[in-house]
T-cell receptor, first 114, second 109 residues
Framework: DVKVTQSSRYLVKRTGEKVFLECVQD?????MFWYRQDPGLGLRLIYF???????EKGDIPEGYSVSREKKERFSLILESASTNQTSMYLC?????????????FGDGTRLSIL | SQELEQSPQSLIVQEGKNLTINCTSS?????LYWYKQKYGEGLIFLMM?????EEKSHEKITAKLDEKKQQSSLHITASQPSHAGIYLC?????????FGSGTRLLVRP
């Protein structure tokens, strides 16, 4: 089975802090994704990566950055956390190649910015 | 841009009853994914449909893809409390996977 592991289930940080969310997958997937999920807005894509050291902006990249130094690890960074970044963050991975591969998700990190 | 609309938005059924959830796309579907999410958790991949007319089953859950109608349906037979959660459909649109807003299912014992 595919395993996508997010480092924290719950996280509380303060405004202005630099926040790191870590995601690791164990299936040698090329593609990795970061989403946030908010009531009424659904899932929104923040950033994604098709390969090591590659990154692409999604729909809402402002205030975020990412790092992919190793194939299995994709980190989401909140440069200076703000209260409007309080949300559920979901990491996903999928095989590369055509766009028909399903994405597999981690358990999510519920982040609160105070 | 492509959008996925799910219906109903929420559903409460008695245990043992059958139910159907629909996902309608604003554009041609080239593949459709179904996921289940329990409250506060991640999405669990259920199944993927790639061809018109395709039908797949996983335990008591069956999904079909009707390309002409740009629609997919998910049917649960003899529902159980373990089926409760949010069901989301997803489809590829350009470079990314888009999702419907979800159908919240509650199964009363």
């Amino acid at each position: 089975d595919v395993k996508v592991t997010q480092s924290s289930r719950y996280l509380v940080k303060r405004t202005g802090e630099k926040v790191f969310l870590e995601c690791v997958q164990d299936m040698d997937h090329e593609n990795m994704f970061w989403y946030r999920q908010d009531p009424g807005l659904g899932l929104r894509l923040i950033y994604f990566s098709y390969d090591v050291k590659m990154k692409e902006k999604g729909d809402i990249p402002e205030g975020y950055s990412v790092s992919r130094e190793k194939k299995e690890r994709f980190s989401l960074i909140l440069e200076s956390a703000s209260t409007n970044q309080t949300s559920m963050y979901l990491c996903a991975s999928s095989l590369g190649g055509s766009g028909n591969q399903p994405q597999h998700f981690g358990d999510g990190t519920r982040l609160s910015i105070l | 841009s492509q959008e996925l609309e799910q219906s109903p938005q929420s559903l409460i059924v008695q245990e043992g009853k059958n139910l159907t959830i629909n996902c309608t796309s604003s554009k041609t579907l080239y593949g459709l994914y179904w996921y289940k999410q329990k409250y506060g958790e991640g999405l669990i991949f259920l199944m993927m449909l790639q061809k018109g007319g395709e039908e797949k089953s996983h335990e008591k859950i069956t999904a079909k893809l009707d390309e002409k109608k740009q629609q997919s349906s998910l049917h649960i037979t003899a529902s159980q409390p373990s089926h409760a959660g949010i069901y989301l459909c997803g489809a590829w649109s350009s470079y990314k996977l888009i999702f419907g807003s979800g159908t919240r299912l509650l199964v009363r014992p």
